[in-house]
């Protein structure tokens, strides 16, 4: 098993504030990242997907990649209560077939 | 229209039975895909087909039969139900060559065995 480790959380910010999701992996041949984020009892829906060093900006996600450390991450600016969610982290490590890992989850609450 | 669609959305049913899940997606996805999501919330990979045919078949117990009639469809069938069955079960498609776009899933089927 390829594993994709995140911090299962909960992670509470206060409306208006950043949240930063990290995620780590371990095979470092990985070639492909992505954020999901799957609301209480929905299917995963995508928010961003990263596979080159450095920053990627959508609106208010920044996706951070670092192969070197083998960590992904994800910021949310001014954080909004419709942000309380679980946020998933996929990875596609090399020779797989394209099948995704996926970590367990960080679970997100934004405080009104 | 649904992209990705999977029925039923609910099953219960007693342990020993035998069920299936059929799922369907509409955007021209040649690449469909099984996974598993236990209580803890942890997404694993049970089967995945490329224009019909199987590509991933992860450890799975031989109680789990997936069948692809075609690159729109993949149902999974289930024989002989276990208790550690219970889980929610998601359908997911993309393009092969285009994975690095991710998956789209579909809304899932909640299977408990009772």
């Known amino acids: 098993q390829k594993e994709v480790e995140q911090n299962s959380g909960p992670l509470s910010v206060p409306e208006g504030a950043i949240a930063s999701l990290n995620c780590t992996y371990s095979?470092?041949?990985?070639?492909?990242f992505f954020w999901y984020r799957q609301y209480s009892g929905k299917s995963p829906e995508l928010i961003m997907f990263i596979y080159s060093n450095g920053d990627k900006e959508d609106g208010r996600f920044t996706a951070q990649l670092n192969k070197a450390s083998q960590y992904v991450s994800l910021l949310i600016r001014d954080s909004q209560p419709s942000d309380s969610a679980t946020y998933l982290c996929?990875?596609?490590?090399?020779?797989?077939?394209?099948?995704?890992?996926f970590g367990t989850g960080t679970s997100l609450t934004v405080i009104p | 229209d649904t992209a990705v669609s999977q029925t039923p959305k609910y099953l219960v049913t007693q342990m020993g039975n035998d069920k299936s899940i059929k799922c369907e997606q509409n955007?021209?996805?040649?690449?469909m895909y099984w996974y598993k999501q236990d209580s803890k919330k942890f997404l694993k990979i049970m089967f995945s087909y490329n224009n019909k045919e199987l590509i991933i078949n992860e450890t799975v117990p031989n109680r789990f039969s997936p069948k692809s009639p075609d690159k729109a469809h993949l149902n999974l069938h289930i024989n002989s139900l276990e208790l550690g069955d219970s889980a929610v079960y998601f359908c997911?498609?993309?393009?092969?060559?285009?994975?690095?776009?991710?998956?789209?899933f579909g809304s899932g089927t909640r299977l408990t065995v009772v």
């Open positions: 997911a498609s993309s393009l092969w060559d285009r994975v690095a776009y991710g998956y789209t």
């Open positions: 955007l021209g996805h040649d690449t």
């Open positions: 095979d470092r041949g990985s070639q492909s």
């Open positions: 996929a990875v596609t490590p090399t020779n797989t077939g394209n099948q995704f890992y």
